[in-house]
């Protein structure tokens, strides 16, 4: 097989990091649409995520949150994005390169995407305090670890258990097409 030197591989990421960039920003403007919500999965020791030590300590390799009902101060960047989202009632801060994002899921459409994510070897990364919330809009935390439709079982499971207290639960079976 000939090399690619052009690297398809590093230029389609490159570009379906740019769908969730610019499905964020619109959120961030005008609100989440409809039945639209995402679960987004992250590495949380990829360089440049911002979590506090608590949340690193919990989800010390890979994270997932979701942003549906409770979530505040969504901001987009080119790099990345920052959101406010409340866990175990204790309002928290995150900040995250698109470069750390493993996966962008929509369940009200089943749309997916998968990234490959390089890790740097496991350093301190900065720890942020958590913010007094303000404005609260749509999202909720979910649990990670997990890849893909086992992180959503896992997340919709937590929250039924009352992990993520406060937080309207729908069965992701209810956008499923049977």
Known sequence: MAEDHIR???LAQEALRGVMRKVLAEVARTGLPGNHHFFIT???GAPGVRVSSRLRERYPEQMTIVLQYQYWDLKVTETGFEVGLSF???PEKLEIPFSA????YDPSVSFELEFDVKQDP???APVTPAPQPEERKQGTPAPAGKKGAAAKKEAEATQEAGEAKGADVVSLDAFRKK
């Open 8 to 10: 398809y591989d590093i």
């Open 42 to 44: 992250f590495m949380t």
């Open 88 to 90: 175990s009632d204790i």
């Open 101 to 104: 994002v493993r996966g962008f």
């Open 122 to 124: 496991p350093a301190e």
